[in-house]
């Protein structure tokens, strides 16, 4: 089993409140990926990192910010959570000396926004 | 639009049967992966092809690559009730920078 956490499992909150959703790997991983799912539905890359200081926005548009002070750490932000941000979100990381990119994941964060 | 498609969308068998699960991309790839999601959960790594490959086999997987026709196929064997998953290709597209994209997935079901 990886080495990944993501906290908190699940969250119910109300619109407008500020959330943080938190993502660590003991793996010393440099490559870590933010993905959002809906129940049933195919990976969506919302946000990815290649190292200390280097975040990228991804495939799908996302009014999340995330942040990479840490190797290990990879936090994601909403500054105004809305009904539309209801979904899974999957945290992912891949060491870069492996060039196959398989990627490790994290047991995910369902967040309901009432 | 989604680089990787997958069929059947649902697939139920029962206990001891085998199934087949096809992947279909658009791009080229360095390779492709496949995984496992129990529901509610995380994706876990299964099994890769590299694009020179043509077949790989882990356990009671088979996995098949035609780059010709960019697609690719998961078999299970003997299935077990424990395998009840949805499972997902993701494809490594060439030049992409260690961004890998995942298909729609198959529900898989089985039943004793």
């Known amino acids: 089993e990886a080495d990944i956490y993501q906290t908190p499992r699940y969250l119910v909150i109300g619109t407008g409140k500020k959330i943080t959703l938190e993502c660590s790997q003991t793996m010393g991983h440099d490559k870590m990926y933010w993905y959002q799912q809906d129940p049933g539905m195919e990976l969506h890359l919302i946000h990815y990192s290649y190292g200390v200081n280097s975040t990228e926005k991804g495939d799908l548009s996302s009014e999340s910010t995330v942040s990479r002070i840490r190797t290990e750490h990879f936090p994601l932000t909403l500054e105004s959570a809305r009904p539309s941000h209801t979904s899974q979100y999957l945290c992912a990381s891949s060491p870069s000396d492996l060039s196959t990119n398989e990627q490790f994941f994290g047991p995910g964060t369902r967040l309901t926004v009432l | 639009s989604q680089q990787g498609e997958e069929d059947p969308q649902a697939l139920s068998i029962q206990e001891g049967e085998n199934a087949t699960m096809n992947c279909s991309y658009k791009t080229s790839i360095n390779n492709l992966q496949w995984y496992r999601q129990n529901s509610g959960r995380g994706l876990v790594h299964l099994i890769l092809i590299r694009s020179n490959e043509r077949e790989k086999h882990s356990g009671r997987l088979r996995v098949t690559l035609d780059t010709s026709k960019k697609s690719s196929s998961l078999l299970i064997t003997a299935s077990r009730a424990a395998d009840t998953a949805s499972y997902f290709c993701?494809?490594?597209?060439?030049?992409?920078?260690?961004?890998?994209?995942f298909g729609t997935g198959t529900r898989l079901q089985v039943t004793l």
């Open positions: 993701a494809t490594d597209p060439t030049g992409t920078a260690s961004k890998l994209t």
